[in-house]
Structure formats: structure tokens, C-alpha cells
């Protein structure tokens, strides 16, 4: 079957860095996506990961690993508003999104 | 970044009532519309695909009688929820997809609450 496995919650303090890991299994890929989606609101897509490697954007960074079916995404300088949920998604062979539960980041001052 | 709108983004009926959403991308042709549904503390669950032109995917579970699905252009999908029970209340979520960049991806719409009384 297709599984994506993340933490259910995460709790980081202002200022510093978190990193949230993503291990997947599914058949086929067609490119990792991570999504932020604050509480009784849609998604909002953060990053795309297709090769191996890091992408840097901003405060946000997403590292794949296809060989490990793992990625992770880091944000640096934690701000308040950065509590939210983050979602690993991984677009399979038939170019479907298989979902993870999403892990809840909490931020405190 | 590409825009899905959603119409409307909050709704309440009565039981047994329908009740008809709306999925339009903005600035980008999607012959692929997603639909999805949220319940509270919980994962988005892909209900079903919309292309253009076809008929719909339904996932398995998902009632497609229940669940009227049509893709009527390349930048509307419509999701109508018949007769629809307080079971239904969710958050129902639209997605499209970009294939027009480089690299494609999917942008949500904002969403829509429903509340079935």
C-alpha cells in the first residue's frame, strides 16, 4: 500500500530551527510537495521537490531523498506565525497527491 | 503564484437540501480539478478527480450519486452535494492542476464550509 509517515507535533521556540521529516512509500513518484495550512483554512503550497537535493526559499528549505523515500523541510528563524500544520504529499504514478496526516508545529515565545 | 477561487466559502442548509460548489482557477487552464474533504483534526481525503470534458474518478467509498461532479470548462469544476445530511458537513476543498510551468503542481482553492442542520 501507499503510506506517508510524518510526526503528528512538533513544538519550536521563536527564533530557532525546526526540521519536519517526511518518509514515503508509494507507487511511483512524481515529485514531493510540502504545504502549510493554518487552522480552518485551505493549503498553501510551499515547495517542490523532484531530483535529490536541497531547495532553499527564503526562511523555508526542503531536502529529498529518493533512494530513502524521505525528505524533510526546515524553516529557520521561527516566527509566531509559523504555527501551523505542514503536510507532505507525494504525487504517485497516475499523478494523484498521496497525503500525510500533517504534523502540527507549535511556536512559543 | 497561480489562484484557485472557491464559491462560496461558507454555506448552511437545511437536511435534505443540495448544495452546489464552485472551482474555478484564475489565471491558468486545469483539465484536472481535484476534490477533497476535510473533517476536523483530520487529513485531506481525495474524494474525487475532475477532467474536463469526462466524467469524474471517484474515490472508493465516495458516492458519485451523492457527489454530482462537472468540469464543465477548463477553469470550472462544480462539486453539488445532493440531499445533503448532517453527516456531510465538512470542509470541502477544490484543487487544480498547473501544467503550464515548469514543473507542475496542484494550487487549492480556499475551501468552503459546509454545515448541514
Known amino acids: 500500500g501507499q503510506n506517508i509517515d510524518q510526526p503528528t507535533e512538533m513544538t519550536a521556540t521563536e527564533g530557532a530551527i525546526v526540521q519536519i521529516n517526511c518518509t514515503y512509500q508509494?507507487?511511483?513518484?512524481?515529485?514531493l510537495f510540502w504545504y502549510q495550512q493554518h487552522a480552518g483554512e485551505a493549503p498553501t503550497f510551499l515547495s517542490y521537490?523532484?531530483l535529490d537535493g536541497l531547495e532553499e526559499k527564503g526562511r523555508f528549505s526542503s531536502f529529498l531523498s529518493r533512494s530513502k523515500g524521505y525528505s524533510y523541510l526546515l524553516l529557520k528563524e521561527l516566527q509566531m506565525k509559523d504555527s501551523a500544520s505542514y503536510l507532505c504529499?507525494?504525487?504517485?504514478?497516475?499523478?494523484?497527491?498521496?497525503w500525510g496526516a500533517g504534523t502540527k508545529l507549535i511556536i512559543k515565545p | 503564484g497561480a489562484v484557485v477561487s472557491q464559491h462560496p466559502s461558507r454555506v448552511i442548509c437545511k437536511s435534505g437540501t443540495s448544495v452546489k460548489i464552485e472551482c474555478r482557477s484564475l489565471?491558468?487552464?486545469?483539465?484536472?480539478m481535484f476534490w477533497y474533504r476535510q473533517f476536523p483534526k483530520q487529513s485531506l481525503m481525495l474524494m474525487a478527480t475532475?477532467?474536463?470534458?469526462?466524467?469524474?474518478?471517484?474515490e472508493q467509498g465516495v458516492e458519485k450519486d451523492k457527489f454530482l461532479i462537472n468540469h464543465a470548462s477548463l477553469t470550472l469544476s462544480t462539486l453539488t452535494v445532493t440531499s445533503a445530511h448532517p453527516e456531510d458537513s465538512s470542509f470541502y476543498i477544490c484543487?487544480?492542476?498547473?501544467?503550464?510551468?515548469?514543473?507542475?503542481?496542484?494550487?487549492f482553492g480556499p475551501g468552503t464550509r459546509l454545515l448541514v442542520l
Open positions: 484543487s487544480a492542476r498547473d501544467i503550464s510551468g515548469e514543473q507542475e503542481t496542484q494550487y
Open positions: 489565471d491558468f487552464q486545469a483539465t484536472t
Open positions: 475532475s477532467n474536463e470534458g469526462s466524467k469524474a474518478t471517484y
Open positions: 508509494t507507487s511511483g513518484f512524481n515529485g
Open positions: 521537490n523532484v
Open positions: 504529499a507525494v504525487m504517485d504514478s497516475n499523478y494523484q497527491l498521496i
